[in-house]
T-cell receptor, first 113, second 109 residues
Framework: EPEVTQTPSHQVTQMGQEVILRCVPI?????FYWYRQILGQKVEFLVS????????KSEIFDDQFSVERPDGSNFTLKIRSTKLEDSAMYFC???????????FGDGTRLSIL | QKEVEQDPGPLSVPEGAIVSLNCTYSNSAFQYFMWYRQYSRKGPELLMYTYSSGNKEDGRFTAQVDKSSKYISLFIRDSQPSDSATYLCATSGTYKYIFGTGTRLKVLA
């Protein structure tokens, strides 16, 4: 069964550094999402992306965050200047149509030192 | 009022029991209702996806939606130790999913 893959599984970064989290969505999917889950808390929506532009973003997704689909298979989340509070699991999700369920990857655990 | 509320548990049941997991939501505009299972250090895995009020069954799992009371449930029949995980309910009106906190379930052999 096709799946969403995310790399790396664990990223350790110094505070203030830039980090890029990578995702390969399911190949025929058109809608892409990033969520995060701080340890012990709920999964929170960050951003949705369709047709090469952001369709919706949360208040968490401030100017430090950006997303890109650099080619036909990858979808990335960049955090420009990381803060301690950015430490979390980051999940990528995708779906073929907006009214179909989102499928999630296994996440990247981001640890900011 | 939180958009989606879910009892965090933990909930411990003996193997073979019927498990009932529940969520309430606040926004009547929500149209889609999902249940995900999440094992430790893994991503949410889709279990059930429903659009309308009523029941939807898939194997040992039954999802129930009552839009009039804004209440969603997941029933697991003949629970197994492998069902031990965190169960997340989620709702959606537009692009984004709004998740509950998750209920930790432990099925004892």
């Amino acid at each position: 069964e096709p799946e969403v893959t995310q790399t790396p599984s664990h990223q350790v970064t110094q505070m203030g550094q830039e980090v890029i989290l990578r995702c390969v969505p399911i190949s025929n999917h058109l809608y892409f999402y990033w969520y995060r889950q701080i340890l012990g808390q709920k999964v929170e929506f960050l951003v949705s992306f369709y047709n090469n532009e952001i369709s919706e973003k949360s208040e968490i997704f401030d100017d430090q965050f950006s997303v890109e689909r650099p080619d036909g298979s990858n979808f990335t989340l960049k955090i420009r200047s990381t803060k301690l509070e950015d430490s979390a699991m980051y999940f990528c999700a995708s779906t073929r149509l907006q009214d179909q369920p989102q499928h999630f990857g296994d996440g990247t655990r981001l640890s900011i030192l | 009022q939180k958009e989606v509320e879910q009892d965090p548990g933990p909930l411990s049941v003996p193997e073979g029991a019927i498990v009932s997991l529940n969520c309430t939501y606040s926004n009547s505009a929500f149209q889609y209702f999902m249940w995900y299972r999440q094992y430790s250090r893994k991503g949410p895995e889709l279990l059930m996806y429903t659009y309308s009020s009523g029941n939807k069954e898939d194997g040992r799992f039954t999802a129930q939606v009552d839009k009039s009371s804004k209440y969603i449930s997941l029933f697991i029949r003949d629970s197994q130790p492998s069902d031990s995980a965190t169960y997340l309910c989620a709702t959606s009106g537009t692009y984004k999913y709004i998740f509950g906190t998750g209920t930790r379930l432990k099925v004892l052999a």
